[in-house]
């Protein structure tokens, strides 16, 4: 895997093919939304349990979509050909997009392409290395880029969701526009109350998620099932015809209409990046049988009251619903809204646990909120900085409306990224023949730069401020993917072979320690600065010593019998490599406590860990340019203390620096 770097002598980890590379994903997941990790854990009640699971988190941001899509789309082919064909077309091309983008490529297809049962960006990035067997720049640069626009995609989503679902007082009945100042204040107490409760943990409230989506959907397709009758020939719209002759008609303004249909999908890249929690079948059988019927049915309501009633096409979701129902749907809305927003949020905290764990960004500060669920945590830096950048698109857009020129783009870059990683996969890992992989991927990758290049039209409306941002990360996970290696090639061209060490050291004894000690370090090949400098100042070799190495494999999660690797080197001197997968919180003392079944026996309160902490400072002459140095360097003094971040009992730590110059 090109480019991530373990991060040093610090001890933190290195990527298992090559310990100076490392491999994600909406993330994952992470996301993951690429990998709502550990949401799926709630429900352990066979598959009917999943599959309600897996439509509270997988399927909640595509099912708030009909709030806002149908509106947007609908407007701008009104200004083309309008008429009836501007809404059948309109409705016809929501339906195509979620059977080509949503059912062909994602469900039958892409969900094939699974990492050891997890899906998302990060996760087939490193399928796609390992497929390849060699590092791949262009490979990792995707995975970068993708990981990068999930977070564009992830503060608006929530920002969209429940704005969209709280401007429905707008038409509440008795109401009259009296409640509109209070829309955007509203929406911001919303969406502050639910990242000031990250901390405590969802897990307790994820059980609710999954049958409140389940009735947000089923009212989404009662309403669309009563006002399909408004007039039936909406029906037509389920034939690609009418979807590609508005495209014809309208020339250009198709392009455009294109970028709005495409809020019709968003979220679909959720159900790949999802996978690894809820498994493969209960999400085709969620969206086949339940969640695709309901979202049609919807639409075609949607398009059938607007050629019955054509004022209806200013807020069409919030004209289907009756006055007896209209603040109970309000309230429904706003809760699925909220549980749409929480799936991406979760999405984020996995995505960004992967991108740590594959050395894509520096270590952060990762807490557990769950003693009995793995995968539920919860990255303080993370949710503050979603928290802003939520807060900051609300108060600037003011409307859902203003908010859709800025939606769109991250999603399509994530989907076409996915489609051309995917090539590597299936050539190599499945074996297929060249005119099989082409044929199926050329039409996908063909669709999503359409989509892609329709979404970029409305970089002058809003649409720069996700790409802004995913460019800011990618600069920032280049920067350290880069720096971590300079750093890793001028400390492995400075120290000494470990294998000389311990020759100089059986020649010339020193005098020796009771105890252990173990020596964290990123390269278990060369002599641990901290053990150069513990010879040097304390001149002092303990009885035992380990070198101790934590690396990230290529999968998501590694067995507990392939956790620990011992190598002994000669009497004194043992390495011990612990691995982790990339969706997993390294966890050293636990680790430890499997070594004693492999006869590697000490008490971890009468041992010592040692690790290097490198003072680095910029250099103008070599490495990246300077403002990068200085960027890394703030980066590195800013990254959690490795000894929280592996969990090493604080007591038992000794740090010991040394300067180093990039």
């Known amino acids: 895997m090109a480019g991530a770097a373990p991060q040093g002598e610090d ?19 992470a996301h993951p939304h690429p990998s709502a990790a550990g949401e799926g854990g709630h429900v352990k009640h066979g598959k009917a349990g999943l599959i309600i699971g897996a439509i509270g988190v997988v399927f909640g941001d595509i099912g708030t979509s009909p709030l806002y899509a149908l509106r947007e789309a609908i407007g701008h082919a009104r200004e083309g050909v309008g008429g009836d064909l501007a809404v059948i077309g309109v409705v016809s091309l929501a339906f195509w997009a979620l059977m080509v983008v949503v059912t062909f490529k ?105 049958p409140i989506t389940a009735v947000w959907f089923l009212s989404l397709g009662i309403l669309g099932l009563i006002h399909i009758f408004d007039d039936i020939s909406v029906l037509r719209a389920l034939s690609p015809h009418y979807g590609v002759q508005l495209l014809i008609n309208d020339g250009f303004l198709g392009f455009v209409i294109l970028g709005s249909v495409f809020l019709a999908v968003t979220g679909a890249e959720a159900l790949y990046a999802d996978m690894g929690h809820f498994g493969k079948a209960p999400i085709r059988i969620g969206w086949i049988a339940f969640v695709l019927p309901c979202l049609t049915l919807n639409y075609l309501g949607q398009g059938a009251l607007i050629l019955d009633n054509p004022t209806a096409s200013e807020n069409p979701f919030w004209s289907m619903v009756p006055e007896a129902i209209y603040w109970p749907m309000l309230l429904l809305a706003t809760v699925a809204t909220v549980i749409a927003s929480q799936a991406v949020i979760t999405g984020a905290f996995s995505v960004t646990q992967q991108a740590v764990q594959l050395g894509l960004l520096p270590r952060i500060d990762i807490k557990n909120t769950s003693e009995t669920q793995a995968g539920q945590i919860f990255v303080p830096a993370v949710n503050t900085f979603l928290m802003i950048g939520v807060l900051v698109l609300l108060f600037v857009f003011q409307s859902s409306a203003n908010l859709t020129a800025a939606y769109g783009v991250a999603v399509t870059g994530v989907m076409l990224i996915n489609t051309l990683m995917a090539y590597s996969v299936i050539r190599l890992k499945w074996k297929w023949p060249l005119w099989a992989v082409l044929a199926t991927l050329i039409p996908f990758g063909f669709i999503d730069s359409v989509f892609l290049t329709s979404n970029l039209l409305k970089i002058p409306d809003g649409a720069w401020m996700p790409l802004v941002l995913g460019a800011a990360l990618i600069l920032l996970m280049w920067t350290w993917v880069r720096g971590t290696q300079i750093l890793t090639d001028k400390t492995r061209k400075d120290s000494l072979p470990l294998a000389d060490l311990i020759e100089m050291l059986r020649a010339r004894p020193p005098h020796r320690a009771p105890g252990t000690a173990i020596f964290l370090t990123s390269d278990p090949d060369v002599a641990p600065v901290a053990l150069m400098h513990n010879l040097k100042h304390n001149k002092v070799l303990h009885e035992k010593n ?59 309160m009468a041992t010592s860990f040692f690790l290097g902490r490198r003072s680095v400072i910029a250099s103008a002459t070599q490495g990246m340019p300077l403002w990068q140095d200085k960027l890394y360097i703030f980066m590195m003094r800013n990254a959690a203390n490795p000894t929280d971040f592996f969990h090493i009992p604080p007591g038992r730590v000794v740090e010991l620096g040394t300067q180093v110059s990039v």
């Open 11 to 29: 001890g933190s980890a290195a990527n298992s093919q090559n310990p100076k590379t490392a491999a994600d994903g909406h993330v994952a997941p």
């Open 106 to 210: 994602y469900v039958m297809f892409l969900m094939r392409a699974d990492n050891k049962g997890e899906g998302g960006t990060l996760a087939l990035m490193a399928l796609a290395q390992h497929a390849l067997g060699k590092r791949s720049a262009l490979i990792f640069i995707l995975g970068v880029c993708g990981a990068a626009l999930f977070y564009g995609d992830g503060i608006i989503t929530p920002a969209i969701s429940v704005l969209s679902a709280i401007e429905g007082v707008k038409d509440a009945p008795g109401v009259g526009g009296s409640l509109d100042p209070f829309i955007v204040p509203v929406s911001a107490g919303i969406l502050i109350g639910l990242f000031m409760i990250q901390a405590r943990g969802t897990a307790g409230l994820a059980k609710y998620f999954g």
């Open 546 to 604: 380990v070198i101790l190495t934590v690396r990230t494999a290529d999968r998501p999660r590694v067995p507990e019998d392939q956790r620990v690797t011992i190598e002994p080197i000669s009497d004194d001197f043992k390495k011990l490599t612990i691995s982790y997968g990339f969706m997993e919180t390294p966890n050293v003392p636990r680790a430890l406590s499997i070594c004693r079944r492999q006869g590697l026996k000490f008490d971890i």
